[in-house]
């Protein structure tokens, strides 16, 4: 989806604050009915890039063409968007956007209080490259299908080889928290550990045959997304534990996946293969 400042024309502009003005006076009418107020009014568009704003507040698609745009264009025209995974093969843009929201009130007079709130929606754009460093796949895809956008990536372009000789440790947080780090996820060959600074009662480790599928929803925020792993075992933490990633370690947990776990992940295999696992490690099957 491109987003794009146009200017209105003069009569689409009449109708449209004709249409703002009736809006408001019903609203006007629900406030002294009833004394509070919930509605959605549209807002000036605003974006939030993972590494900053675009320039005029606007994301401009149009130069991005399979076959033709240069991974350089890529980097250049989105650093705003930079997810910053650095990988030769795959671009990851991240940015959130807001045209509406809503207002409330409750009371009337000199009692009443109010306030308005902003609808953000989280944009995730995969750029992928050949060889050559030429585009050749493109996909925008909205927080819940980051983790199959990810898992087909890598069948497409195979990652390199994780390094699991010794546990690689991830930064993650809780939802309501403002520190990275306070939790710490493990990554091991057969097993994965998720420590909690909050209280050490709800640590716990399991093998990654327990996890049935991993997946993502919004926060809100053009940074962090937030990530549940759904278990067939119920631990310390429960079976459906979540914690919040910034995109280059929620990167690095899809490929530790990819490599042990891939049938958590979602992504489409190729027809007539599957996954099959020998010695801790995935690989595709020709067998059906």
Known sequence: MVLNAHRLP????????????????????????TGCLVAPVPMTKRVRGYSGPPANNTVDLKFLRVGETKREDVLQNLHWADSQIKDQRLFWGRWISSGSGIVWGVGAGTSGTGGAERHWVAHNLFVEFDDRGIASQVHEVLDEGIVPQLAEAFVRNEPGDLDLSSPVELKAKHRKSHEEGDVAVLLALDAIRVENSYGRKRDFHVSPEKIQQVTTTGTGDPVFTQVHLHLSERTPAGSDPSFDMRPAALFLFVEYLHKVRPSGLGARSPDGKRWVTRNGLARWSSLR
Request: proline share 0%; glycine share 0%.
């Open 10 to 33: 003069t009569k689409a502009t009449r109708r449209t604050n004709s249409h703002l003005l009736s809006a408001a006076c019903i609203v006007a009418v629900v406030v002294v009915a």
